[in-house]
Every structure is written in structure tokens, then in C-alpha cells.
């Protein structure tokens, strides 16, 4: 079974670029997560999707960041203009679902950024 | 709310030796527990997770977890490390399927 693939693996740009970030979860998987790493820190979740509805995006910062899951399988993070402060590592996870009990998350090895 | 506090975050121990990594979390409700490992440019991957049941969990390479509800406590635990379980190590918690990283303990193995 594939694992989730997430691209490009680093990125480099300067403040006030756009950037974007795709990954595309285990076949099957409906609940998908975007992740920010910021480097010394553990991971802070930014949105969750299930099919292709946003369940919490609730620690997104709309102002700048957007992601989008139209048909249901994969997923783009946007992040438009960016900062100094966005220099993270971007993972993405899936599951099979949502909720319930516990559905165990399975993640990308990532997309490192630099905003200079 | 839920939130998870790594005591640590470097551990340096010698190859062969036991480890403790320290994880406390804070939660008005029960929770789910997990520990996860990021090695070097990998994403991060489940190591072990208690969900309900027996306390003490187990992982297949040999590390072990204590769930303590009475001191909310997760520690993670190995008798003797190898050079490759140097790696970054992560506690989190679950509430509603959530996932809430503490700040991450970085292990160390020396020869």
C-alpha cells in the first residue's frame, strides 16, 4: 500500500511569494489533515478534511493560507503572500475516517519551507 | 481544553542503556494516548498508542508506555537503546479524534 506522498519536499522563497503545497493520502483514506511543524515545536494541526468538507479549521490563518480538496482524494495548501514566520515543515496525514473511537493517522515525510 | 508537555527536549544516552522520555498531559475528560517517532527527513510515524484496557503498552522494537491516569502521565520507556533509535519523539493526545502534539524530545544514542 502506497503511503502519503506530499510535494514538493523543500521550498524556498521570499516574504510576500505565493507558495504551493500537494499531497495526495493513502488510496481510500477520507479524512485528511494539514499539519504545520515549526522547527523546535511539535506538529499544530491547520485544517482537516473529510471527503472533500472541511471539518476544523479553526488554527488556519485565513488571512494568508488556504487549502482546498475538491474531488475528495487530493489536497493543495496555498499560502499567499507568505512571512518570515511561516518556515515550517508542512505534513500532511490521512485516515480512513474521522471520529469513532480512533482511526489512526498516517503521514507524508513533509514539505520543508524557508521564507527569507 | 487538552494539552501535552514533553519535560525533556534532548535526551543523550550511551548505546546499551535504558531511556525515559517524560510526557504529562492536561485534559478534563479521557483522552487517547500516543507516542510517535520522526527520524531524520521522514514523516512521522506511530510507534505505540493506548486507547483503553491494559496500562502498559508495548511497541514492536522494543520501547514500552505507562498510561497514569492518577499522575496524567504517558512516559516512554526502553531497557537498551541502539544507535538507530535516534530520532525525534513525539507524545500526543486524542480527544474526538484531534491529534495534540506535545513540543517533541529529541534521543540522542552515542556509541
Known amino acids: 500500500e502506497a503511503g502519503v506522498a506530499q510535494s514538493p519536499r523543500y521550498k524556498i522563497i521570499e516574504k510576500r511569494q505565493s507558495v504551493a503545497f500537494w499531497c495526495n493520502p493513502i488510496?481510500?483514506?477520507?479524512?485528511l489533515y494539514w499539519y504545520q511543524q515549526i522547527l523546535g515545536q511539535g506538529p499544530k494541526l491547520l485544517i482537516q478534511?473529510?471527503?472533500?468538507?472541511?471539518?476544523?479549521d479553526s488554527q488556519l490563518p485565513k488571512d494568508r493560507f488556504s487549502a482546498e480538496r475538491l474531488k475528495g482524494v487530493d489536497s493543495t495548501l496555498k499560502i499567499q503572500p507568505a512571512k518570515l514566520e511561516d518556515s515550517a515543515v508542512y505534513l500532511c496525514?490521512?485516515?480512513?475516517?474521522?471520529?469513532?473511537?480512533?482511526?489512526?493517522?498516517?503521514f507524508g515525510p513533509g514539505t520543508r519551507l524557508t521564507v527569507l | 481544553a487538552q494539552s501535552v508537555t514533553q519535560l525533556d527536549s534532548q535526551v543523550p544516552v550511551f548505546e546499551e542503556a535504558p531511556v525515559e522520555l517524560r510526557c504529562n498531559y492536561s485534559?478534563?475528560?479521557?483522552?487517547?494516548l500516543f507516542w510517535y517517532v520522526q527520524y531524520p527527513n521522514q514523516g512521522l510515524q506511530l510507534l505505540l498508542k493506548?486507547?483503553?484496557?491494559?496500562?502498559l503498552v508495548e511497541s514492536i522494537n522494543g520501547f514500552e508506555a505507562e498510561f497514569n491516569k492518577s499522575q496524567t502521565s504517558f512516559h516512554l520507556r526502553k531497557p537498551s537503546v541502539h544507535i538507530s533509535d535516534t530520532a525525534e519523539y513525539f507524545c500526543?493526545?486524542?480527544?474526538?479524534?484531534?491529534?495534540?502534539f506535545g513540543q517533541g524530545t529529541t534521543l540522542q544514542v552515542k556509541p
Open positions: 488510496s481510500g483514506h477520507a479524512t
Open positions: 493506548y486507547l483503553s484496557g491494559s496500562t
Open positions: 500526543a493526545v486524542s480527544y474526538t479524534g484531534k491529534l495534540i
Open positions: 496525514a490521512s485516515s480512513r475516517t474521522s471520529g469513532g473511537i480512533y482511526n489512526e493517522q498516517f
Open positions: 478534511f473529510q471527503n472533500n468538507g472541511v471539518v476544523d
Open positions: 485534559s478534563s475528560v479521557s483522552v487517547y
